[in-house]
């Protein structure tokens, strides 16, 4: 069995001639965004998640991967200022797919919170990260049950390498 190597990704420099750090789904980009005032062009849901994304990557967080995948992984971050630790993961770039153990996360209904945001723009700045998080997508190595979290939680079935043909197309 591997063991898990740890990789801070707090000290990354952007890989030299990386994209745009921001996720596809995310609202283009502005200087900042009001905390206050929603813009009228965009909804609740999209200021409220570009507002954690604007601030989780103004952060100074340590992030350290603990898991056994580069991208697709489990990871501590710890917040220098206050010493909270929170756990990540990271299945994706759309909403809902990653998970936080923050209680803004818990009960924001997004899918996201200022944790990931922050996971997320540093894992982009490692050469062809963001196409994997965007097109590739994670694949288990064995099946499994998750909770999606969004605008509604939902149970939701992803299948791992060795699932069958019918088990695929009932996740689709």
Known sequence: MKSATRKNLSDK??????????????????STLSRIHKPDDVTLEEWQRTLRRQFGE?????????????LFSDFVLTNPQSGRTYKIAIR?????LNYCSCPDYSINNLGTCKHIEFTLQKL??????EK?????GYTPPYS???LSYGLKREIRFRPGLGAS????????
Do not use: C, D, M
């Open 124 to 129: 982009r700045q490692e050469q062809g990260a």
């Open 144 to 146: 499994e049950i998750y």
């Open 132 to 136: 994997q998080l965007t097109e590739g």
């Open 13 to 30: 420099k952007p890989a030299s001639g990386s994209k745009s750090t921001r996720a596809s789904n995310a609202l283009p980009v502005q």
């Open 92 to 96: 994706g770039a759309a909403p809902g």
């Open 165 to 172: 043909a019918e088990w695929v197309a009932l996740a689709k």
């Open 58 to 70: 103004k952060q100074n967080f340590s992030v350290v991967n603990v898991g056994l995948h580069p």
